[in-house]
């Protein structure tokens, strides 16, 4: 396949879970949940009003591994923010696989998905499981980077043998490590390899160095630091619900059929009107390029007749943007979300202009914050 555009699908996701939200509020408070119990039974909750929150969380979790695929590819972020973006996809998915199991109407364990007849599904349950397990390991991985840059090389070592034993395929269904790449799992195998190769490699040189230079002592695995806090940078993008003025039928006793045919005449007659109205080819392609449309030279001519004292006045252009500086002189940024930006490490500078250039979407900021460095 092509390039994969890391931002625009990271705000294509966010966009979708800000529609599941959308869905959600109408189920709850919209009385779209009373029109499906109609349809499904009024003892029935909708499975689309227990699933909504679960899979927004998922698209979440989704749209922050592209930011931290993008970042990763930069090469530009702290080892240490890796980490805590990590954990935040952990912590969004956990949420997600909570929720799913919470309502047995759900039936989390029979979800499965398949791009067609011919591939194998592969259950959601299994698909999350990787992702959690996979996004564990990576966050040991760059908290083993961010340790062994402080010289704090034993507990490096720890942080790396745990990313290595996550990324194991996992013996059982209670054993560490990640679920078999079943399904379309099976399009990472090659990339997981990679991985695996990586980090093995990286723990050989961290062994090799401390066993000859450093000589700290290695603690036992349940005996290591807890990772930092995480942290969850992506929120919904609002629906904007569009302003639909609906069409007025009186039925008078008419048929469906007979409406059908009225609205097809009405629609008729309005495409007549329409057609006659807009400019053919040629005058749009004249009026693209400055000139006047053939329908508008007379108007044109007597236009080219009024003298300049009669000419009317210039219609002002737009009012600019306000600058930056005039942005933030109002308040535009908020001082909460600055601050948690400026606590992740990066300048208050740059934090406010991210802000500023995102209107104020912590979310997106911090995406091109990471993205930048």
């Known amino acids: 396949g092509g390039t994969v555009d890391a931002k625009r699908a990271s705000e294509r996701l966010r966009s979708a879970?800000?529609?599941?939200?959308?869905?959600?509020?109408?189920?709850?408070?919209?009385?779209?949940?009373?029109?499906?119990q109609c349809i499904v039974g009024p003892d029935?909750?909708?499975?689309?009003?227990?699933?909504?929150?679960?899979?927004?969380?998922?698209?979440?979790?989704?749209?922050?591994?592209f930011a931290i695929a993008q970042a990763v590819i930069d090469g530009k972020a702290p080892a240490s923010l890796l980490c805590k973006l990590c954990l935040g996809v952990v912590h969004n998915l956990e949420i997600a696989v909570s929720a799913l199991r919470a309502d047995p109407a759900i039936k989390y364990g029979k979800i499965t998905g398949a791009h067609g007849t011919a591939?194998?599904?592969?259950?959601?349950?299994?698909?999350?499981?990787f992702q959690i397990t996979l996004f564990k390991a990576l966050a040991n991985r760059f908290a083993a980077a961010d340790a062994w840059a402080k010289a704090d090389y034993g507990t490096a070592i720890g942080y790396q043998q745990r990313a290595a034993t996550l990324l194991r395929e996992r013996a059982d269904i209670s054993s560490p490590g990640l679920p078999p790449t079943v399904g379309q799992l099976g399009l990472?195998?090659?990339?997981?390899?990679?991985?695996?190769?990586?980090?093995?490699?990286?723990?050989?040189?961290?062994?090799?160095?401390?066993?000859?230079?450093?000589?700290?002592?290695?603690?036992?695995?349940?005996?290591?630091?807890?990772?930092?806090?995480?942290?969850?940078?992506m929120k919904p993008t609002p629906?904007?619900?569009?302003?639909?003025?609906?069409?007025?039928?009186?039925?008078?006793?008419?048929?469906?059929?007979?409406?059908?045919?009225?609205?097809?005449?009405?629609?008729?007659?309005?495409?007549?009107?329409?057609?006659?109205?807009?400019?053919?080819?040629?005058?749009?392609?004249?009026?693209?390029?400055?000139?006047?449309?053939?329908?508008?030279?007379?108007a044109a001519d007597a236009a080219a007749a009024v003298t300049a004292d009669e000419a009317p006045p210039d219609v002002p252009s737009a009012p600019a943007p306000p600058s930056y500086e005039a942005a933030t002189a109002v308040g535009a940024v908020s001082s909460a979300q600055e601050n948690r930006l400026v606590e992740m490490g990066f300048g208050r500078e740059a934090v406010r202009k991210a802000l500023a250039d995102n209107n104020n979407d912590e979310g997106a900021a911090l995406n091109s914050l990471v993205g930048g460095m």
Not at 20 to 32: F, V
Not at 119 to 129: E, R, S, Y
Not at 244 to 263: C, H, N, Q, V, W
């Open 119 to 129: 591939n194998q599904a592969c259950p959601l349950t299994m698909f999350l499981a």
């Open 17 to 36: 879970a800000g529609t599941l939200d959308y869905l959600q509020n109408k189920l709850e408070e919209g009385g779209w949940s009373e029109a499906l």
């Open 188 to 233: 990472v195998d090659g990339d997981l390899t990679s991985l695996r190769n990586e980090v093995a490699q990286t723990l050989k040189g961290y062994l090799s160095d401390n066993n000859s230079v450093y000589f700290s002592a290695v603690p036992a695995e349940d005996a290591l630091p807890p990772l930092p806090k995480h942290i969850v940078m």
């Open 44 to 65: 029935t909750t909708p499975v689309e009003l227990l699933g909504a929150k679960a899979f927004r969380d998922i698209f979440l979790a989704q749209a922050q591994q």
């Open 239 to 298: 629906l904007v619900e569009p302003d639909i003025a609906p069409m007025a039928l009186e039925p008078g006793g008419k048929s469906d059929e007979d409406l059908a045919r009225e609205l097809q005449e009405q629609f008729q007659v309005e495409e007549k009107a329409a057609a006659a109205d807009s400019p053919g080819i040629m005058d749009t392609l004249t009026s693209m390029l400055g000139g006047a449309s053939t329908k508008d030279k007379p």
